[in-house]
C-alpha cells in the first residue's frame, strides 16, 4: 500500500486530511474528507453554513475547480459532495484558525 492509499483511507475514518496551514498571504487551508454516508446533504450543509457564519473570516469550501462560499447553504449544496470527497476549507481574515479548527472538527464528527 502506497502513503496516498493509507491517507485516503485514514480520511475516509477521520474526516480530515490535512492540517490548517497558512499560505504565506494570510489565506489559511485545511483537506477534510466527507465521511457521512449521505454525503453533504441538506442537514450537514445547514449546519456547516451556521457555523461559518459565526467567524468573521471569509470562509470558502472548495472541490477540484469549484469554489463557493461556506455560509451559504445554497452554495455548499451546488458541490453534490458526496462521501468520500475530499473538499479544502479556506479562510482569511482575523479568526481563520480558529474557523477551521472548528469546521475542520465538524467533519470529523460527521456533523453530529
Given at each position: 500500500?502506497?502513503?496516498?492509499?493509507?491517507?485516503?483511507?485514514?480520511?475516509?475514518?477521520?474526516?480530515?486530511?490535512?492540517?490548517?496551514?497558512?499560505?504565506?498571504?494570510?489565506?489559511?487551508?485545511?483537506?477534510?474528507?466527507?465521511?457521512?454516508?449521505?454525503?453533504?446533504?441538506?442537514?450537514?450543509?445547514?449546519?456547516?453554513a451556521?457555523?461559518?457564519?459565526?467567524?468573521?473570516?471569509?470562509?470558502?469550501?472548495?472541490?477540484?475547480?469549484?469554489?463557493?462560499?461556506?455560509k451559504?447553504?445554497?452554495?455548499?449544496?451546488?458541490?453534490?459532495?458526496?462521501?468520500?470527497?475530499?473538499?479544502?476549507?479556506?479562510?482569511?481574515?482575523?479568526?481563520?484558525?480558529?474557523?477551521?479548527?472548528?469546521?475542520?472538527?465538524?467533519?470529523?464528527?460527521?456533523?453530529?
Open positions: 500500500m502506497n502513503d496516498s492509499m493509507h491517507s485516503e483511507e485514514l480520511a475516509s475514518e477521520t474526516g480530515q486530511v490535512g492540517v490548517v496551514a497558512e499560505n504565506g498571504a494570510g489565506v489559511c487551508s485545511v483537506q477534510v474528507c466527507v465521511i457521512n454516508d449521505q454525503g453533504l446533504h441538506a442537514r450537514p450543509a445547514a449546519r456547516l451556521q457555523e461559518a457564519q459565526k467567524f468573521k473570516s471569509m470562509i470558502t469550501l472548495c472541490q477540484a475547480d469549484t469554489e463557493v462560499d461556506a451559504s447553504i445554497l452554495d455548499i449544496l451546488t458541490l453534490a459532495a458526496g462521501q468520500g470527497s475530499n473538499l479544502e476549507l479556506r479562510a482569511e481574515g482575523d479568526d481563520a484558525s480558529e474557523a477551521l479548527d472548528h469546521l475542520s472538527e465538524m467533519f470529523k464528527n460527521r456533523f453530529r
